[in-house]
């Protein structure tokens, strides 16, 4: 049989040569950044958006974050007493499970605490999260905030918007060039896991049900060589 004249052949070596160099440079600058800095924190993200993390990495401009293979960063660090980078490291490590990333920073652990604690950013949920709340848009004409406001504060849903919403499973007509539903309907119900067409919903109508927000786990001291939990320093 012929090859096709679209097959294309996709050498291995290289592909795993270029992650092995990412995956090296991760590992350096990892450990570089250990001898630099007073601290290292281990931090998990809820609901990751690259626009709030870039808002800290600006916020921490003196200092260094990490977020890529949670492999690579443990081994930079070091998992066993033998392979540990610095004294007692290896400690840290175990901390280094799930959706994870690395702060390294000179500044005291009271300060970064205090502002992540603070620090959370509301947004339109994704596919494949719980929802917050429920939400019902109610029956009659539709609105552009699906009856989260009193109707003088708002505007009827512009028709065009019709065929779209449709789509994405409200029942909805035209009627009179206003686009109508004829009972009440309900977008989500919380703690059900959301899907794309509700998502999108949720979005048109401004309704956020997302937060991202970085809890701190726990944090190494170059100073003093231990690792403090900080679940245990909240009890």
Not at 6 to 11: L, S, T, W
Not at 158 to 167: F, G, I, N, Q, Y
Not at 174 to 187: A, E, N, P, W
Not at 188 to 193: A, L, P, S
Request: glycine fraction near 6%; hydrophobic fraction near 40%.
């Amino acid at each position: 049989m012929p090859k096709s004249k679209r097959a294309k052949v996709v050498h291995l070596s290289k592909t795993d040569k270029k992650g092995k160099g990412l995956s090296q440079k991760l590992f350096t600058n990892v450990r570089e950044a250990a001898d630099n800095y007073q601290y290292i924190f281990v931090f998990s993200v809820e609901n990751m958006r690259n626009t709030y993390l870039k808002e800290v990495r600006t916020e921490f401009a003196d200092s260094r974050i990490f977020f890529g293979k949670t492999k690579v960063m443990a081994k930079a660090l070091g998992q066993t007493p033998s392979d540990e980078h610095l004294p007692n490291l290896s400690s840290l490590t175990p901390h280094l499970a799930g959706n994870i990333g690395l702060l390294f920073t000179s500044r005291e652990p009271a300060a970064v605490l205090s502002y992540f604690s603070a620090y959370s950013q509301t947004d339109y949920a994704r596919a494949g999260i719980h929802a917050t709340q429920t939400f019902t848009i109610p029956a009659g004409v539709v609105y552009s905030r699906g009856g989260e406001l009193a109707q003088e504060d708002d505007v009827p849903l512009p028709h065009s918007l019709e065929v779209t919403v449709r789509k994405w499973g409200m029942p909805t007509k035209l009627s009179k060039g206003k686009v109508v539903l004829d009972s009440d309907y309900t977008v989500c119900k919380e703690g059900e896991i959301l899907n794309s067409h509700q998502t999108a919903l949720l979005k048109l109508f401004g309704v956020a049900m997302a937060e991202f927000k970085i809890d701190m786990k726990a944090y190494y001291s170059a100073a003093t060589q231990a690792v403090t939990e900080v679940s245990a320093m909240e009890e």
